[in-house]
């Protein structure tokens, strides 16, 4: 099985800044999506930001120009920049691989990380 370890979680005033983390421990894939999913309190779990290794990247809607994904090959690590938190972002925010494409697809993912926690206080 491949490991996905996030980090960098933590609790922030809103409008502060985090940038989480997430290491695969496989070696870079010729197709892939990777990314970010979140699941708040009491709530289902649902995407948050994807990249593929095209360098193809999309986001849901309530995080747009706030949120930035990115990837360093060689580290086998992808990150979300998170600018201007809200209240609303508080989740767990759990990393997400499939080695089986080169699109993302929200309801196909191989493996995923353990979650790392993140919460915004008004």
């Known amino acids: 099985q491949v490991q996905l370890v996030e980090s960098a979680g933590g609790s922030v005033e809103a409008g502060g800044s985090l940038r989480l983390s997430c290491e695969a421990s496989?070696?870079?894939?010729?197709?892939?999506?990777i990314g970010w999913f979140r699941q708040p309190p009491g709530k289902e779990r649902d995407w948050v930001a994807f990249?593929?290794?095209?360098?193809?990247?999309n986001y849901v809607p309530p995080v747009t120009g706030r949120f930035t994904i990115s990837q360093d090959k060689a580290k086998n690590t992808i990150y979300l920049q998170m600018s201007s938190l809200k209240p609303e972002d508080t989740a767990m925010y759990y990393c997400?691989?499939?080695?089986?494409?080169?699109?993302?697809?929200?309801?196909?993912?191989?493996?995923w990380g353990q979650g790392t926690q993140v919460t915004v206080s008004s």
């Open positions: 990249i593929t290794s095209a360098g193809d990247d």
């Open positions: 496989t070696s870079s894939a010729s197709r892939y999506c």
């Open positions: 997400a691989l499939d080695l089986r494409r080169g699109d993302c697809r929200v309801g196909d993912f191989e493996y």
